[in-house]
């Protein structure tokens, strides 16, 4: 009862859905999330899928976790999610994410990247990029 047909660059494929998270989680992820045309039990299917996401596409699970991301930021004992500091600290969270490099390690929408740089700007230009003030004025 749980297989599914899509189309593949080798022709149309008949899986069961736990297949499909090991053959493709990105496409299945989509389904869910974005396209929202499959509907799957958290425990069984999204939360394994969401594991498969990190090793089969850092990128793609890097940009639908967002600020959800745990990251070792100055401070913290351990790890903590990345929303945390972007909300209760901006200037130590910006100085972290953009002068100290970790760009690489949390995606922030066009919209986050705007949220942070105004609350920085407001609060504590002269620590921010040149760039940066740049993108807050433009607005």
């Known amino acids: 009862m749980d297989e599914l047909t899509l189309d593949t660059p080798e022709g149309q494929k008949t899986l069961r859905l736990g297949a499909w998270l090991n053959y ?7 389904m869910i999330i974005r396209e929202k045309v499959l509907h799957v039990d958290q425990i069984e299917v999204l ?9 089969a596409d850092p990128q793609y699970f890097k940009q639908y976790m967002g600020l ?17 500091p972007f909300e209760n600290d901006p200037i130590g969270f910006y100085k972290w994410w953009r002068k ?4 690489d ?14 609350k ?3 609060m504590e230009p002269k620590v921010m990029l040149k760039k940066d003030i740049q993108f807050v ?3």
């Open 68 to 84: 959800n991301v745990t990251i070792d930021f100055p401070g913290y004992s351990s790890d903590i999610v990345a929303k945390i």
């Open 137 to 139: 004025q433009s607005f």
């Open 100 to 103: 100290g490099k970790h760009e």
């Open 47 to 55: 939360n394994p899928l969401v594991s498969k996401l990190r090793r």
């Open 24 to 30: 493709d989680p990105v496409r299945i992820h989509k």
């Open 120 to 122: 920085v700007y407001l």
């Open 105 to 118: 390690k949390v995606y922030l929408s066009k919209v986050n990247q705007f949220r942070l740089f105004q």
